[in-house]
């Protein structure tokens, strides 16, 4: 039986760290990368392979949006090769700024699928080849940690993959399966591309600091191998904000967002008078 380690939403950002830097803590057979974009896999293979040239890199091009592909990754690879997954990335996401009305419904529902769904989906088809030792780290948000206006499916979505995440390490821990949520703030991925439409009203307008995905999977790798850690938190802005979201009413929290962007609630976002002095 190979031991394998299993990286989704690999072929950018936190995933893309990830998976680079996982091999180095990790002896395994083979590391499996999936993402929808077979060139971005191939480019991070030869990463990869500057890293150790001997570790077999299979490259599984997936829409993790769509299940049929995601089961068949489960019947075609998984009951087929039956592996040891020693450990399970769980990285793909994205989110969108808009108010809820401006979003289409298409792209509400994919980010449930991607975000949500997957996230279960891989778990669950992925725990019957994990032995105990074996560790899974899911990428959630510091979104999830509270209400977020003109962010609320992906908040929405990241607050469900929170708590799956640290119900399920509670519920493996008698397998000695350890399961790690990740839950950075603003990181310097191609999120920020996807989230801002540019022909919509611009909704976040003060970021703060930015930090490097880089960083933040140094520190959840870190955090992976605490087996009494079930949330990696990057930054004393971070652990502050973690701090204050457990005693503020969520409501005076949500005001707080609103008044940092100039938000007002509407689909505008601002009012005219708002936007003309940014």
Request: aromatic share 8%.
């Amino acid at each position: 039986m190979k031991d394998i380690i299993v990286v989704d939403g690999c072929t950018s950002g936190m995933g893309f760290e990830f998976a680079k830097k996982i091999i180095k803590k990790e002896k395994v057979d083979e590391i499996w990368l999936l993402s929808r974009r077979m060139e971005r896999l191939e480019a991070l293979r030869d990463e990869i392979k500057k890293i150790n040239p001997d570790l077999c890199v299979q490259l599984i091009p997936i829409d993790l949006s769509k299940m049929d592909e995601i089961d068949s990754l489960y019947n075609q690879k998984l009951i087929l090769e039956k592996p040891n997954i020693k450990v399970l990335g769980l990285c793909a996401g994205f989110g969108r700024f808009s108010h809820f009305e401006n979003v289409p419904l298409d792209v509400n529902l994919n980010m449930v699928d991607v975000n949500l769904k997957s996230t279960i989906a891989m778990a669950y088809y992925s725990i019957p080849y994990m032995k105990r030792g074996s560790n899974m780290m899911i990428i959630a948000s510091d979104s999830s940690i509270q209400p977020v206006p003109y962010q609320n499916m992906y908040a929405t979505t990241k607050a469900a993959v929170l708590s799956f995440g640290r119900s399920l390490n509670k519920e493996l821990h008698y397998k000695g399966i350890h399961v790690l949520s990740v839950t950075p703030l603003w990181v310097n991925t191609e999120f920020f591309s996807h989230a801002i439409d540019p022909n919509a009203p611009k909704v976040v307008i003060n970021y703060g600091k930015i930090d490097e995905a880089s960083d933040v999977m140094d520190r959840a790798i870190h955090d992976l191998y605490k087996k009494n850690k079930d949330v990696s938190v990057y930054g004393a802005k971070n652990h502050l904000q973690h701090a204050l979201v457990k005693i503020l009413p969520h409501k005076l929290v949500m005001k707080i967002w609103m008044n940092q962007q100039k938000l007002d609630g509407t689909p505008t976002c601002r009012k005219m008078e708002e936007v003309s002095h940014e």
